[in-house]
């Protein structure tokens, strides 16, 4: 008999697959982000009480894939549709962000526990009408990208050590870190930061000592803004959802 795991589970994309079925790809806590078919969801009277919709959150037991074959969804009781969020659009828009970048920086398979509470943690934060949704989106990607390697120094010079100030700093998404004025020409790669980036790098990396810190939206914004330079630096693709979430992305 197939192995049928039961799990907690965050959808990330979902697709119609015929006119009863979908497609959906899970965050799931335990296993990672997988890949199903949820026969029949469409129907009112399915296993999963029906259409699963994006950011839907709830338990769900399925049969894992087989190499190139999808899995199938057998189970799906819904704990949380993050109705409150969906009222706001800033709110959804940040919300269907942090799914795409989750998407694109795990692999199918790769469990991965904490990005599963960080995304669930804020999805909730997101849910409160007086969220920050910057400061929510900025922390999110900072803890997501570190969880999987891809940031390093950020408080001091990547290549002497150097505390940071605010004349002649620069970020390198090739190394993941930072550069002072005086080590930044030996580097090609590299991007100017900001008063406000680095005012938000000092709150980002505080939170991360588990100090009492906090973002202005400006500095929110700004650190967003870099690390999502970051990202599309290291994938070769920017998130297309970054247009409705950041100023900079519109132009």
């Known amino acids: 008999m197939a192995e049928r795991p039961r799990d907690r589970a965050i959808c990330l994309y979902a697709t119609d697959f ?15 982000v997988v890949h ?16 699963i919709d994006l950011l839907s959150t709830g338990e769900v037991v399925f049969i894992p894939s087989r190499g190139t074959t999808l899995g199938t969804l057998t189970e799906f009781t ?17 919300a269907l962000y942090m799914l795409e970048i989750t ?61 940071l100030d605010r004349r002649g700093t620069y970020f390198t998404s090739r190394e993941g870190g930072m550069l002072c004025r005086d080590c930044e020409g030996g580097w090609t790669e590299k991007r100017q930061v900001g008063g406000e980036a680095l005012a938000g790098i000092a709150a980002m990396t505080a939170m991360q000592r ?35 979430v950041h100023p900079a992305g519109r132009h």
């Open 210 to 244: 588990r100090q009492p810190a906090s973002l202005t939206e400006p500095q929110a914004l700004a650190v967003l803004d870099l690390l999502t330079y970051h990202l599309s630096y290291q994938l070769g693709r920017s998130p297309r959802m970054f247009r409705y």
């Open 78 to 94: 819904e704990a949380a549709n993050h109705s409150p969020l969906r009222k706001r659009l800033a709110a959804l828009n940040g």
């Open 36 to 51: 199903l078919l949820a026969k029949g969801s469409k129907r009112a009277r399915s296993a999963t009480g029906g259409r």
């Open 103 to 163: 998407r694109m920086l795990l692999a199918e398979g790769d469990p991965h526990p904490p990005v599963y509470d960080l995304l669930a943690a804020a999805l909730d934060r997101l849910d409160r009408p007086d969220a920050p949704t910057a400061a929510v989106l900025a922390y999110f990607q900072w803890r997501l990208l570190l969880h999987v390697g891809l940031l390093g120094e950020m408080g001091r010079c990547l290549n002497c050590g150097r505390p």
């Open 18 to 32: 015929s006119e009863t079925s979908q497609v959906v790809h899970l965050l799931t806590r335990e296993h990672g």
